[in-house]
């Protein structure tokens, strides 16, 4: 393997605070030096990429990402979502359970694990199972998927009903340190909704979903993460109230954390009124006051991480009316860029945070390695150039589903190059 | 007058839409623009009675996924009233059982060669997707508690014919140089009942606030979000507190097949509270008008006495619906020609011309 040279790239790594313009030399898969013009002996066998104006940060790491494969190809399949990945500027991505068979047992988790080596592409770790069949009834043999290589235990995307599974599950857990997510939401009270319980939701005469089944869900999630001081990652939130929650037990220092999708970000429930199923997403686009509150609990560290929530649907399975259609879009590719054009850019944001909320926190949160831009760290890059244009086209996305919320907009910055390894599994030419 | 025999002959204003979805986002010109085309055609049939031919050659499609009896019979007859051909696709939601989606559907019998899709469907939205999927003109007969804008504009049509044509001062809604926005002004209308699964609520609402009516909302907190405060409606609870003050009362259907949850604890609960019986007629005042789109269920919204009482208007609301339906068939097929003409080298106009 060549070397390779990263050159006048500013250099981001939150870990470590750094923000300054430097080089980052890789050689076998390794980041061996950070600095100014880095001196190499030979340049024969040295790939170079110039970064002059471009930012060098350790590549974004997913927390929940739905590769639908197997069982659910013409959603995406390893390839596909890979490449989605790898195209967003990810280097690796917790990939979700909901595959079928579901990944509930040590077979179907080393299945997963080898479709994502055969692709050999985005670093993929499974998110087991939390319950059998995720049932949410028995819990799975949390055990022996956690030797077969599950960094996490979830039945996300869909939540669970459970208290007590829930409860038990996390005092279980203690003994393997692995973390379990939860996607707050009280199904009882968010049967059959579409959308955001809002003014909107009423004049359109949309079922709704709610902020109380949010608000509920994560008033029990934390109250079990204190009663079993389990490891609890619960998301992602979309409400006032459950970021007023969050914050007030993050005080007393309990520990949990949160996560947001970019959608409840930066669009609202009024893009409903086209009642265009691409913007059926989980959770709710919520109306804009909740939005701002979201932005504002990103940008002081109540919500750790922003995950993509990339939920692959196929086409013919979307472009039904809005009650048949699944919820669910394709967001590695725009995740981003979203960030970029919508809190980097109008300053609610810094660089570092953002990189820090895309990377450093979410392999923090799943306690893999990563997220890290350090000498003799695994050379997981991403370069961003941060002043790309462009406009989001779904029907080119490498992901298989063709629909986003964020199709037709025009966004800024874009990942250039996405390097696992020391390898440079994805380059976009300007 | 010689009846016209085309829809040029007709004289009808400019109409900018080719479907009919909502009346949320009509402007109160063209809401009224609707009523008076509705009251033309109800006098050029003689009361919907008679036949015309200015839609001969034109087919009208019935795409209802729901069941309805008198809204899909409505449509038929203002469709043949005008000439046009009909024909009925229910598909009861077999379709998609069948594993075909809404649209594929839409899309097979606009390829039979139709004008328009009249559409019913459980979820917000479809006639929407279809406006967007389809080359045809669509008409919304119904989407889920969405809108049902031909129900809510034969509701105001009737009140506009029973109420403002009685007073004795003020400009006629007849008369184009009326501002339309004030042709209901000094008019309390209540809708009463499940306002939240209910299609004709909101169709009413916006036509009822946009033609300058003050439009209450009236049922258990179960059934009637506050948000509607937000929007410019006022909110009530108690029939009995607002009833002096109506001059219509629109009772609408408890729907009973669109409740997820039981919003209130009995049938006979909800009657105590919201029937509007004999002894509340007493308390209301004396010209009130009494409303119900229909069905009814006799004995829960509404009393027998007073379903046929002299203040029920129920079974004219009926004949309204032709009208309404007439004129909605009449002004989107008049868009389309324009449309059509604006997007080719024009033959269109020039064939509805010389037909």
């Known amino acids: 393997m060549s070397d390779l040279l990263i050159e006048k790239g500013r250099v981001i790594d939150p870990a470590s605070s750094t923000d300054h313009i430097a080089d980052v030399l890789i050689r076998e898969g390794r980041i061996v030096e950070i600095g100014h013009a880095i001196e190499v002996a030979s340049r024969d066998t040295l790939r170079c990429i110039d970064a002059t104006n471009c930012i060098v940060a350790p590549g974004l790491v997913d927390l929940a990402a739905e590769f639908r494969e197997p069982g659910h190809e013409s959603d995406e399949t390893m390839a596909s979502g890979s490449a989605a990945a790898l195209a967003g500027g990810y280097t690796t991505v917790l990939c979700c359970s909901s595959t079928d068979p579901?990944?509930?047992?040590?077979?179907?988790?080393?299945?997963?694990?080898?479709?994502?080596?055969?692709v050999n592409g985005v670093r993929v770790h499974p998110i087991a199972c939390l319950s059998k069949q995720r049932r949410g009834e028995q819990m799975a043999e949390l055990g022996i998927l956690a030797q077969a290589g599950a960094v996490a235990f979830s039945d996300s995307p869909r939540p669970m009903p459970s208290d007590a599974l829930l409860k038990r599950a996390l005092d279980?857990?203690?003994?393997?340190?692995?973390?379990?997510?939860?996607?707050?939401?009280?199904?009882?009270?968010?049967?059959?909704?579409?959308?955001h319980n809002g003014c909107v939701g009423l004049r359109l005469g949309l079922r709704g979903l709610p902020t109380e089944a949010e608000d509920l869900a994560v008033a029990r999630d934390v109250r079990l993460a204190e009663a079993t001081s389990g490891r609890l990652h619960i998301g992602p939130v979309s409400t006032m109230g459950a970021i007023d929650m969050i914050g007030r037990v993050k005080e007393r220092g309990i520990q949990i954390t949160a996560s947001v999708c970019p959608h409840n970000l930066t669009g609202s429930d009024v893009d409903l009124c086209s009642f265009d199923s691409r913007f059926k997403v989980h959770p709710p686009l919520r109306s804009p006051r909740h939005v701002d509150a979201v932005r504002q609990a990103l940008a002081a560290g109540v919500i750790d991480a922003v995950e993509s929530g990339h939920m692959p649907?196929?086409?013919?399975?979307?472009?039904?009316?809005?009650?048949?259609?699944?919820?669910?879009?394709?967001?590695l590719e725009t995740t981003l860029s979203i960030m970029v054009t919508d809190l980097i850019n109008p300053v609610e944001l810094t660089w570092s945070r953002a990189i820090e909320c895309l990377s450093t926190a979410p392999a923090t949160i799943a306690g893999i390695n990563g997220g890290r831009l350090q000498v003799g760290q695994p050379a997981d890059v991403v370069v961003i150039?941060?002043?790309?244009?462009?406009?989001?086209?779904?029907d080119q996305f490498a992901s298989q589903c063709r629909s986003s919320p964020a199709d037709g907009r025009t966004l800024t910055g874009r990942a250039t190059h996405t390097i696992v390894g020391g390898h440079v599994k994805f380059s976009r030419q300007p | 007058m010689d009846a016209p025999k085309t829809l040029h002959e007709l004289s009808l204003p400019s109409w900018p839409h080719r479907h009919l979805?909502?009346?949320?986002?009509?402007?109160?010109?063209?809401?009224?623009?609707?009523?008076?085309?509705?009251?033309?055609?109800k006098q050029l049939t003689g009361g919907c009675r008679e036949k015309l031919s200015i839609l001969a050659g034109r087919t009208c499609a019935n795409l209802f996924f729901e069941n309805s009896t008198r809204t899909r019979n409505s449509f038929s007859l203002a469709a043949k009233r005008l000439g046009a051909d009909t024909v009925e696709f229910s598909s009861g939601g077999s379709s998609v059982a069948k594993g075909e989606t809404f649209v594929d559907t839409a899309k097979t019998i606009q390829a039979m060669g139709v004008d328009w899709v009249v559409t019913r469907h459980q979820t917000p939205g479809t006639p929407h997707l279809l406006s967007r999927e389809l080359d045809v003109c669509v008409i919304n007969a119904g989407d889920?508690?969405?809108?049902?804008?031909?129900?809510?504009?034969?509701?105001?049509?009737?009140?506009l014919e029973h109420r403002v044509d009685c007073r004795d001062q003020g400009p006629s809604w007849r008369d184009t140089s009326t501002d339309a926005s004030q042709v209901l002004r000094g008019m309390t209308v209540a809708l009463v009942g499940d306002i939240a699964h209910s299609r004709t609520a909101r169709s009413n609402l916006w036509g009822l606030h946009k033609l300058g009516a003050h439009v209450i909302v009236c049922g258990p907190p179960t059934l009637v979000s506050p948000r509607w405060e937000e929007l410019g409606f006022e909110v009530a609870y108690r029939l009995d507190d607002?009833?002096?003050?109506?001059?219509?009362?629109?009772?609408?259907?408890?729907?009973?097949?669109?409740?997820?949850?039981?919003?209130?604890?009995?049938?006979h609960e909800y009657a105590a509270l919201y029937a509007m019986n004999g002894a509340r007629m007493k308390r209301a005042k004396s010209d009130i008008l009494i409303q119900a789109p229909g069905p009814i269920n006799r004995?829960?919204?509404?009393?027998?006495?007073?379903?046929?009482?002299?203040?029920?208007?129920?079974l004219e609301q009926v004949t309204n619906g032709i009208a309404v339906r007439m004129a909605a068939l009449s002004l989107t097929a008049w868009a389309d020609v324009t449309f059509r003409d604006a997007n080719s080298d024009g033959s269109a106009a020039v064939m509805e011309a010389a037909s």
Not at chain 1, 385 to 394: E, F, H, I, K, Y
């Open chain 1, 102 to 118: 579901k990944m509930d047992s040590a077979a179907s988790v080393q299945l997963v694990r080898q479709l994502a080596d055969d």
């Open chain 1, 313 to 331: 649907r196929a086409w013919e399975k979307k472009s039904n009316d809005l009650d048949q259609a699944p919820f669910g879009a394709a967001t």
């Open chain 1, 172 to 195: 279980y857990c203690r003994m393997f340190d692995l973390p379990i997510f939860d996607r707050p939401e009280v199904p009882g009270l968010a049967e059959g909704g579409v959308m």
């Open chain 2, 144 to 159: 889920g508690p969405h809108e049902h804008p031909t129900q809510g504009l034969l509701d105001i049509l009737t009140i």
């Open chain 2, 21 to 41: 979805v909502d009346l949320e986002h009509l402007s109160p010109q063209e809401i009224l623009t609707l009523l008076r085309t509705a009251d033309q055609l």
């Open chain 1, 385 to 394: 150039d941060p002043s790309a244009t462009w406009t989001v086209n779904a």
């Open chain 2, 299 to 314: 004995g829960v919204e509404i009393t027998p006495d007073v379903a046929d009482g002299p203040h029920s208007v129920i």
């Open chain 2, 242 to 267: 607002i009833l002096g003050r109506c001059d219509v009362l629109n009772l609408l259907r408890i729907q009973f097949e669109r409740q997820s949850t039981r919003p209130f604890p009995s049938v």
